[in-house]
């Protein structure tokens, strides 16, 4: 089945741009879906087939596609944002999600 | 607005069955193929099951099929998840999530707020 890796943790400070990664194998070709998740709380849509951003999200955050990495992009990074972010694709193969593993964003 | 409430969740014994439920407003709710999410204490986001919007279509995580089934119940508006031969890996909040899909892909644009089950004996 499909996977997808992201990297468990990424730290940036206030003000500066955090980058998180989704890496799979030609992702480039899938439409890639981004979910931010504050503790205690449900996740929610940050980021839709790869770079669109719903209603209410902060045109801080942006994503990209390509190769074998998705991006999600995060400008301006403010303390509210520290969560943890996870990617997501529909399986062609299997006719279900998959997630990534999730990354934890820490604000410094 | 969209809401997505679950319910039935609890402490159950290893073995024993569990019926969530997740009452839905807002929307057509009719018009859109539902999922149920998982998410073990202090780990990531699991797949656990979806039904297309007319109860066509049912598919499970490989970790739940055959002893969960998905329903919904159009003209109620509510979506279930009966869990049956509950292990301590069940253990998880659940959440019932909207999946609206495009292109062959689909997404997640609401969710519930999650309820717990915790399975121990």
């Known amino acids: 089945s499909y996977v997808l890796t992201q990297p468990p943790s990424v730290s940036v400070a206030p003000g500066q741009t955090a980058k998180i990664a989704c890496g799979g194998n030609n992702i480039g070709r899938k439409s890639v879906h981004w979910y931010q998740q504050k503790p205690g709380q449900a996740p929610v849509l940050v980021i839709h087939y790869d770079t669109d951003r719903p209603s209410g999200i902060p045109e801080r955050f942006s994503g990209s596609n390509s190769g074998n990495t998705a991006t999600l992009t995060i400008s301006r990074v403010e303390a509210g944002d520290e969560a943890d972010f996870y990617c997501q694709v529909w399986d062609v193969s299997s006719d279900h999600p998959v997630f990534g593993g999730g990354t934890k964003l820490t604000v410094l | 607005q969209v809401h997505l409430v679950e319910s039935g969740g609890g402490v159950v014994q290893p073995g024993m069955s569990l019926r969530l439920s997740c009452a839905a407003s807002?929307?057509?709710?009719?018009?859109?193929?539902l999922h149920w999410v998982r998410q073990s204490p202090g780990k990531g986001l699991e797949w656990v099951a979806l039904?297309?919007?007319?109860?066509?279509?049912?598919d499970y995580g490989d970790s739940v099929r055959g002893r969960f089934t998905i329903s919904r119940q159009n003209p109620k508006n509510i979506l279930y998840l009966q869990m049956n031969s509950l292990t301590p890996e069940d253990t998880a909040i659940y959440y019932c999530?909207?999946?609206?899909?495009?292109?062959?892909?689909?997404?997640?644009?609401?969710w519930g707020q999650g309820i717990l089950v915790t399975v121990s004996s």
């Open positions: 999530a909207r999946a609206p899909c495009t292109g062959g892909s689909c997404y997640y644009d609401y």
């Open positions: 039904l297309s919007k007319d109860g066509s279509k049912k």
């Open positions: 807002g929307f057509t709710f009719s018009a859109y193929t």
